[in-house]
């Protein structure tokens, strides 16, 4: 499995259509028989063919996103019986979207605006200098 050679076209069009599906390396180098680290090696070697791997890769996060959501929608509009929803498939979906789609969470907006007024108030009364005691200086 981890040979350490060129990769025939016929083995890059199936790692590159697997990419399209699923969007990871591990499962096109796993369906290939090529281990992950060969995939990138040719990466760096054809420029084509990371070009390639790169746009079958950000089209399978799509693929994976558009699943997650169907699967998120079949649930919200009751699609699946009630005792069949699985609330840890449910929450690996959202997961998947929110990592994968852009925008699925929203943007956040902050709405208002706070002032602050800072006030220093002290409970001691400051006290009046008015009748100071005058300071005489003796002489040496």
């Known amino acids: 499995m981890g040979r350490n050679?060129?990769?025939t076209h016929d083995e890059k069009e199936t790692a590159i259509d697997a990419l399209r599906e699923h969007g990871t390396m591990?499962?096109?180098s796993k369906v290939c028989g090529i281990?992950?680290?060969t995939l990138n090696e040719e990466m760096r070697r054809s420029e084509v063919f990371k070009r390639r791997v790169l746009e079958a890769r950000a089209e399978g996060k799509i693929n994976i996103a558009d699943r997650a959501i169907d699967l998120i929608k079949s649930y919200a509009y009751g699609?699946?019986?009630k005792k069949d929803t699985d609330r840890n498939r449910l929450t690996a979906a959202i997961a998947l979207a929110n990592a994968y789609e852009p925008g699925?969470?929203?943007t956040t907006?902050?709405?208002g605006k706070i002032e602050h007024d800072v006030r220093v108030i002290t409970a001691?009364?400051?006290p009046k200098y008015l009748n100071t005691p005058k300071i005489t200086l003796?002489?040496?």
């Open 104 to 106: 699925f969470r929203g």
């Open 138 to 140: 003796l002489k040496e």
């Open 26 to 28: 591990q499962y096109a």
């Open 5 to 7: 050679q060129t990769i």
């Open 109 to 111: 907006n902050v709405q």
């Open 35 to 37: 281990s992950v680290r």
């Open 79 to 81: 699609e699946v019986a």
């Open 124 to 126: 001691v009364p400051r």
